[in-house]
T-cell receptor, first 113, second 113 residues
Framework: ETGVTQTPRHLVMGMTNKKSLKCEQH?????MYWYKQSAKKPLELMFV???????ENNSVPSRFSPECPNSSHLFLHLHTLQPEDSALYLC????????????FGPGTRLTVL | KQEVTQIPAALSVPEGENLVLNCSFT??????LQWFRQDPGKGLTSLLL?????REQTSGRLNASLDKSSGRSTLYIAASQPGDSATYLC????????????FGKGTLLTVNP
């Protein structure tokens, strides 16, 4: 595996389900990100982990819960979601620091019924 | 609040044409600007990263310029090919935010054979 990988690629869940999205980066980076991409809206940053510590949470509802067990893995735990949470969820990674390029995974297409 | 605008929202050109995509941002205090390509339903592929101290970056048929003082960047694609068809996104990193990229809504490019 190379780059940034995400699983699953597609997920359909009911509003009462609990599921998790997984991201893994193979680039030796130490910062990881979750972004949300909804139709007709720009990408929105959700969470940032740097050196395994959460450093940004952009007013994301508590029904989204991130976890970063090590510098290569990032999870997004989902529970009691709403239909408006249906979107493409993208993971990215970079070296820590403002001058470094971010690299993105292929995304998980989430549909909440 | 940083706002990023991309014009045009959609562009259709015949194969072989040279073209320019535009990106403007309201706050010129940025660390850098990054151009991405996104194929339908897929993740983002990083094309070029321009630091605030740089005027342009080149990769193959792509050339990106940055005029920080006027809040503008252009992505020039030479000799366009059908395989260039995708959505092109620009994103800026504001000074004071080590991690957050602020994205435009993108330009949907179609190159017709």
């Amino acid at each position: 595996e190379t780059g940034v990988t995400q699983t699953p690629r597609h997920l359909v869940m009911g509003m009462t389900n609990k599921k998790s999205l997984k991201c893994e980066q193979h680039l030796g980076h130490n910062a990881m990100y979750w972004y949300k991409q909804s139709a007709k809206k720009p990408l929105e940053l959700m969470f940032v982990y740097s050196l395994e510590e959460r450093v940004e949470n952009n007013s994301v509802p508590s029904r989204f819960s991130p976890e970063c067990p090590n510098s290569s893995h990032l999870f997004l735990h989902l529970h009691t979601l709403q239909p408006e949470d249906s979107a493409l969820y993208l993971c990215a990674s970079s070296q820590e620091g403002a001058y470094n390029e971010q690299f993105f995974g292929p995304g998980t297409r989430l549909t909440v019924l | 609040k940083q706002e990023v605008t991309q014009i045009p929202a959609a562009l259709s050109v015949p194969e072989g044409e040279n073209l320019v995509l535009n990106c403007s941002f309201t706050d010129s205090a940025i660390y850098n600007l990054q151009w991405f390509r996104q194929d339908p339903g897929k993740g983002l592929t990083s094309l070029l990263l321009i630091q605030s101290s740089q005027r342009e970056q080149t990769s193959g048929r792509l050339n990106a310029s940055l005029d920080k003082s006027s809040g503008r960047s252009t992505l020039y694609i030479a000799a366009s090919q059908p395989g260039d068809s995708a959505t092109y996104l620009c994103a800026v990193r504001l000074v004071g935010s080590n991690y957050k990229l602020t994205f435009g809504k993108g330009t949907l490019l179609t190159v017709n054979p």
